[in-house]
T-cell receptor, first 114, second 111 residues
Framework: QKEVEQDPGPLSVPEGAIVSLNCTYSNSAFQYFMWYRQYSRKGPELLMYTYSSGNKEDGRFTAQVDKSSKYISLFIRDSQPSDSATYLCAMSEGRGSTLGRLYFGRGTQLTVWP | IAGITQAPTSQILAAGRRMTLRCTQDMRHNAMYWYRQDLGLGLRLIHYSNTAGTTGKGEVPDGYSVSRANTDDFPLTLASAVPSQTSVYFC??????????FGSGTRLTVV
């Protein structure tokens, strides 16, 4: 079993829909949680970053972390065709002053059609 | 523009040949990583370096080697390429707890 599980999709929604992306994990020591967005033939780019449990909002994007359930989510409101990409969750124990190794989910491919 | 530069962007390589993928960062990050990304398997860590002069093995290190002579450069070498090493390779760096910065990748096809 991988340390981080993510449904690969694909997920296809109409423009304006609310999108929910999710990951589960097994390592209770994870405390740094990230979402990366990867456009076709590009490198992943950091989208959202949260520490420990709770919610974080940035424009149309909301990241949620539930450490008791070992479950993280990314919500996209009013989705746009430009949101079409692969979304990867990532997490780390964060030892000392560094992030250390990031453990990635396999990514969920999202298509938003106009 | 600060970031990571990878070269080449793509390459077709004959099996058995040696190849070095280059990675350079200008952010003075201590930690650097090499991942390969394959359809259905996601990003898998090949090798990493926490600081110049040190390296470590990730989850799929066989057939690959790395060196870290200075802070900025982290080359990945395939000593004798095999078709199973056909993949997209990403270099990344991290300077603290702010997440990784990724390069644009190298698409490698071994024939």
């Amino acid at each position: 079993q991988k340390e981080v599980e993510q449904d690969p999709g694909p997920l296809s929604v109409p423009e304006g829909a609310i999108v929910s992306l999710n990951c589960t994990y097994s390592n209770s020591a994870f405390q740094y949680f990230m979402w990366y967005r990867q456009y076709s033939r590009k490198g992943p780019e950091l989208l959202m970053y949260t520490y420990s449990s709770g919610n974080k909002e940035d424009g149309r994007f909301t990241a949620q972390v539930d450490k008791s359930s070992k479950y993280i989510s990314l919500f996209i409101r009013d989705s746009q065709p430009s949101d079409s990409a692969t979304y990867l969750c990532a997490m780390s124990e964060g030892r000392g002053s560094t992030l250390g190794r990031l453990y990635f989910g396999r990514g969920t491919q999202l298509t938003v059609w106009p | 523009i600060a970031g990571i530069t990878q070269a080449p962007t793509s390459q077709i390589l004959a099996a058995g040949r040696r190849m070095t993928l280059r990675c350079t960062q200008d952010m003075r990050h201590n930690a650097m990583y090499w991942y390969r990304q394959d359809l259905g398997l996601g990003l898998r860590l090949i090798h990493y370096s926490n600081t110049a002069g040190t390296t470590g093995k990730g989850e799929v290190p066989d057939g690959y080697s790395v060196s870290r002579a200075n802070t900025d450069d982290f080359p990945l070498t395939l000593a004798s390429a095999v078709p199973s090493q056909t993949s997209v390779y990403f270099c990344a760096s991290s300077g603290g707890r702010d997440g990784y910065t990724f390069g644009s990748g190298t698409r490698l096809t071994v024939v």
